[in-house]
């Protein structure tokens, strides 16, 4: 079972589609892009392409983070969340066939035929699922002191 989220966290992967995933390379070294994700039962969701050095890291060792920003979304540029997990990746037809229709609807949220047609492009066997299960969750809200900083004449 992951983590409980507290309100913030919640509020902030309610509003925003973005995180920053972070993992390990052969080495040890720490390697991280940012990606699309959605928020739904319990876990982050996000995809990737097979072939990407990502999939071996993670294959390897499935213990990653994510970070999510408040930065351009309703929440404000001074809320953030850092989560520690595991990370499983999902080859199979059926989680693709639930995960694509909701993805797409999530990041191309003002087209519901731009949508489908990249539920339906995406849907194949190089595009795996990434679910993220968070272990540690690291809130973190500054939002009230940058508003109170910036009120000062």
């Known amino acids: 079972m992951g983590a409980m989220l507290d309100t913030l966290s919640e509020q902030l992967l309610d509003a925003q589609n973005e995180c920053t995933l972070c993992w390990s390379t052969t080495d040890g070294s720490p390697a991280a892009t940012v990606v699309s994700f959605l928020y739904a039962k319990e876990s982050l969701w996000m995809t990737t392409l097979e072939n990407f050095p990502r999939i071996r890291a993670i294959d390897r060792n499935p213990k990653v983070a994510l970070v999510v920003s408040g930065k ?23 989680i693709r066939d639930w995960f694509f229709p909701l993805f797409s609807s999530r990041v191309l949220d003002k087209s519901k035929l731009g949508a489908s047609m990249m539920a339906k492009s995406m849907n194949n066997d190089s595009n795996l699922v990434l679910q993220f299960t968070p272990e540690k969750v690291i809130p973190y809200d500054a939002q009230d002191m940058m508003n109170r900083a910036n009120s000062i004449p």
């Open 72 to 94: 351009g979304s309703k929440m404000g540029d001074t809320r953030c969340v850092s989560m520690r997990g595991t990370c499983i990746i999902h080859r199979d037809a059926q």
